[in-house]
């Protein structure tokens, strides 16, 4: 389930969906099918950079803060 998933575990089956495609040996069915598993991956990546780069401006902006 990709609600449990790590940000390095998305990577690394994003990277093997990769070389899924670039080996050529997939149906179009199953290509179009691991396309859409990719693109959910990619959305995932993005959502946990996102809220990891709010959660570091926060830190951030706190140290400042607490250094005045």
Same mark, same amino acid.
């Given at each position: 389930d990709m609600e449990q998933m790590t940000y390095s575990q998305a990577i690394k089956r994003l990277d093997?969906?990769? $070389?899924?495609? +670039?080996g050529g040996q997939l149906e179009i069915d199953q290509m179009v099918?691991?396309? /859409? /598993?990719? %693109?959910? @991956?990619?959305?995932?990546? %993005?959502? $946990? @950079?996102? $809220?990891? +780069?709010q959660e570091i401006e926060k830190l951030w902006a706190k140290g400042l803060?607490?250094?005045e």
């Open positions: 093997e969906i990769v $070389k899924m495609i +670039d099918e691991k396309i /859409e /598993e990719a %693109n959910h @991956l990619i959305a995932f990546c %993005n959502e $946990k @950079l996102t $809220k990891a +780069d803060k607490s250094e």
